[in-house]
Structures are given as structure tokens and as C-alpha cells.
């Protein structure tokens, strides 16, 4: 709208000065002819003004000058007027966004303060972490003393039949005569399988199963049968073998044999031995340590291990003894 008016002005602006062009060939200035009646004829009847009337014609000029600069000076301030509102709506649009991003700024701001990662939602994850591990290592340990509970607890669950441990057997004793397992029925018996030139273990379980058999004697009032048997034939004769179980009980039997013999009876209580590396006549052999308990009827009950002690092993047999039934 604003062109269109200033387009209009200069028109009439043209046209005017095209006017005026030709008034100021036919008006001269005088103070004679009054200034209405200048405004009456200037733009309808300039040929019947005379020539010394050019003075008023200026004045004409000058109102005409006067209207068309009003004219144009509105259009220019319907212009300006645009123009301003058009810079109010852009300064109201930059407003706007300046609001925009202070609002942007101010929900930034928010979102960290009341986020995820506030100091408060980081306190409640710390204290629930540690509840949590905690509570983890509180049950971890109530299971390992399950664990360790249930392992020390007897069960009696049951009994699936003896092992195939034990059987009959023909050796010779430590005073030269020969006798079976039938020699040993009636009584209960604890076995032994080592050998006389052995430098501490077998020395070690036979004291304990000498004392073991005091004990039980005195706590229980039990009768038990000692019993050696060596598994080295080579070098453990009637004679070696008597004189060594002789230093550990007075009831101590010893039993020895031939080759096969000790082999057979080896085989029929599981007993594992083996000649170690020979240096002339010297030499070891490695033996399982165990202690088997054989009922009445030499049937075998239980075995201890060399992790068993004195004590251990009297309470074990007792145990045994007590609860045995045929």
C-alpha cells in the first residue's frame, strides 16, 4: 500500500511541476492581484493572468509544492508507519524468540536441576547400591554357613549294603604259625597294612592305633584286636616282624607271607603298595594308610584315615561299635 502511494505522489508531483512550468511563462509577480485570487485561477485559468502577476504564480507554485510535499510527506509516514509496525511485529517476533530461548535456557536449566542425575536422585541410587550389596553379602554368607552346616550335619540315609572290602586269607603270624580270618572272628578287629623298615608313618599310625585301642578299652569297655600285616614279604620276615610289633603293644599281631599271599590279601581290602627306586638292599614302599574296622565276623565296617587322630578314632569306633548291628 505504501508503493502504490508514493507511486501516486510522484505522479502528481510530475504532473505538477509539468504544470508550473508552463504557469511561470505566463505569471510575473505584483502586489496588485490579491492572494485568493491567485488559489482561484492559478491551476484553471493561467493564460488571463497578466505577466506581472509571476510573483503570486511563485506563491501558487510554492502552495502547490507545499500540498504535493504534505502528500508525499503522508504517504512517507503511512510508510514509516508500515515500516515501524512491520519492525514492531519483527522486534515482537525477535522478542518472541529471545522468550523462546530464555524459556529453552530455563527448562536446561531445569532438566538438570530436576533430571535424573539431581543430587537427590544420586543420593537415593548411592543408599539403594548400598542396600543392595549389603543385602547380597548378608545372604552370600547365611548360604556358605547353610553349606557348612549341612556338611558337618550326619545323615543316615539307606544302607545301600557292606563294600566289597575284606575276604578270606591265609598268613603267617609273628610266632611263626599260620591262621585265616576265621582266627579273628568273635572279636572286633583294626587292620593295619605297612611295613617294618617304614621311617615315620607307619611307626605314627600304629602308635595311634595302640593308644586308640587303650582308650576305647577304658571309655567303653570294648575289646579290640590290633592287627599288622606287612606289605613288603621281601624283607619283613617272622622274626622282623615280631620283634617290631613288639614296641608298640603287647596285643599287636603281626602277620606277614609269601608274595602272593601278601598280594592276594592286598587285593581283597583294596590296599595299594609299591616297591619304590632300589639302592642295593634299601628301599621303601609306597602303601595306602588306612585303618579298616572289621566287625565279628570280619566284616568290614568302616575305614579311618591317617587325617584321623587318637581321640577321632576312639570315638569313631565307638561310635561304630555302638550303632553296628548284624
Known amino acids: 500500500m505504501a508503493s502504490i502511494i508514493t507511486t501516486k505522489a510522484n505522479h502528481f508531483r510530475y504532473a505538477t511541476r509539468f504544470l508550473s512550468s508552463h504557469l511561470l511563462r505566463y505569471i510575473t509577480p505584483s502586489s496588485s492581484f490579491h492572494h485568493t485570487h491567485l488559489l482561484r ?13 509571476r510573483g503570486y504564480g511563485n506563491g501558487s507554485l510554492t502552495l502547490c509544492q507545499r500540498f504535493l510535499s504534505s502528500a508525499a510527506g503522508g504517504a512517507n509516514v503511512n510508510q514509516e508507519k508500515l515500516a515501524s509496525d512491520n519492525g514492531t511485529n ?20 531445569k532438566s538438570v536441576r530436576g533430571g535424573p542425575i539431581s543430587w537427590l536422585s544420586f543420593l537415593l541410587l548411592v543408599v ?36 566289597a572290602i575284606g575276604g578270606p586269607f591265609r598268613l603267617i603270624n609273628h610266632d611263626g604259625k599260620y591262621v585265616t580270618e576265621k582266627d579273628f572272628f568273635g572279636n572286633w578287629t583294626l587292620l593295619y597294612f605297612g611295613f617294618t623298615h617304614c621311617p615315620d608313618i607307619c611307626p605314627d599310625e600304629l602308635q595311634k592305633l595302640a593308644a586308640a585301642v587303650d582308650k576305647i578299652k577304658a571309655k567303653a569297655g570294648i575289646e579290640i584286636v590290633p592287627v599288622f600285616i606287612s ?96
Do not use: C, W
Not at 41 to 53: E, W
Not at 90 to 109: F, H, I, L, P, V
Open 41 to 53: 485561477f492559478s491551476f484553471f485559468t493561467p493564460k488571463f493572468f497578466p505577466v506581472g502577476t
Open 231 to 326: 606289605v613288603d614279604p621281601e624283607r619283613d620276615t617272622v622274626e622282623q616282624v615280631g620283634e617290631y610289633v613288639k614296641e608298640f603293644h603287647p596285643k599287636l599281631i603281626g602277620l606277614t607271607g609269601s608274595v602272593d599271599e601278601v598280594k592276594s590279601v592286598a587285593r581283597a581290602y583294596r590296599v595299594y603298595y609299591m616297591k619304590t627306586a632300589e639302592e642295593d638292599s634299601d628301599y621303601l614302599v609306597d602303601h595306602s594308610i588306612v585303618i579298616y574296622l572289621m566287625d565279628p565276623d570280619m566284616g568290614f565296617v568302616k575305614f579311618f584315615g591317617k587325617n584321623n587322630d587318637v581321640d577321632s578314632l576312639t570315638d569313631g569306633v565307638i561310635k561304630e561299635i555302638k550303632q553296628y548291628k548284624k
Open 90 to 109: 519483527d522486534d515482537s517476533g525477535k522478542g518472541k524468540e529471545s522468550e523462546g530461548e530464555q524459556d529453552q535456557k530455563s527448562d536446561a536449566g
Open 128 to 163: 539403594t547400591g548400598a542396600g543392595l550389596v549389603l543385602y547380597y553379602d548378608r545372604e552370600k554368607k547365611r548360604h556358605i554357613q547353610e553349606i557348612h552346616t549341612a556338611s558337618e550335619a550326619v545323615k543316615q540315609g539307606p544302607s545301600a549294603g557292606k563294600a
